[in-house]
Nanobody
Framework: VQLQASGGGLVQAGGSLRLSCAASGRNFGSYAVAWFRQAPGKEREFVSGIDWSGSSTRAADSVLGRFTISRDNAKNTVYLQMNSLKVEDTAVYYC???????????????WGQGTLVTVSS
C-alpha cells in the first residue's frame, strides 16, 4: 500500500482544512488508517484513526470535537476534516495504514510522506 497525504496549507486560527490520504495498491479497504502529526522538536503523535469499515474511530483528546475522520473505500481515500484550528495544531501531518486500529506508531506498517499544516494567530 502506498499513501499520499495532501491538503495541508496555511490557515488562520479558527479556520478549517481538510486533509486527504489517497492510497494505491490492493486491499486498501482491509486496512485501518490513522493520522499522526509531528511538530518541530516534538515526538510524532496520534491524532485520529478509523477502522477498515469506517464504523469505529478514535481521536486524541486534543482534537475531540474539532477534527473528524472519515473514509471512502470506493475512492481509496481517508479524510481528516479539521475545524476550529489552533496555533498548536501546526505540524506535519502523516497518514498511516495498518491491519488494526490503534494509537501507537508501531501498529502501522505503511506511511505517507506528510503534509504541512500551519496555523497562524
Amino acid at each position: 500500500v502506498q499513501l499520499q497525504a495532501s491538503g495541508g496549507g496555511l490557515v488562520q486560527a479558527g479556520g478549517s482544512l481538510r486533509l486527504s490520504c489517497a492510497a494505491s495498491g490492493r486491499n486498501f479497504g482491509s486496512y485501518a488508517v490513522a493520522w499522526f502529526r509531528q511538530a518541530p522538536g516534538k515526538e510524532r503523535e496520534f491524532v485520529s484513526g478509523i477502522d477498515w469499515s469506517g464504523s469505529s474511530t478514535r481521536a486524541a483528546d486534543s482534537v475531540l470535537g474539532r477534527f473528524t475522520i472519515s473514509r471512502d473505500n470506493a475512492k481509496n481515500t481517508v479524510y481528516l476534516q479539521m475545524n476550529s484550528l489552533k496555533v498548536e495544531d501546526t505540524a506535519v501531518y502523516y497518514c498511516a495504514a495498518g491491519l488494526v486500529l490503534g494509537g501507537s506508531r508501531e501498529v502501522y506498517d505503511y506511511w505517507g510522506q506528510g503534509t504541512l499544516v500551519t496555523v497562524s494567530s
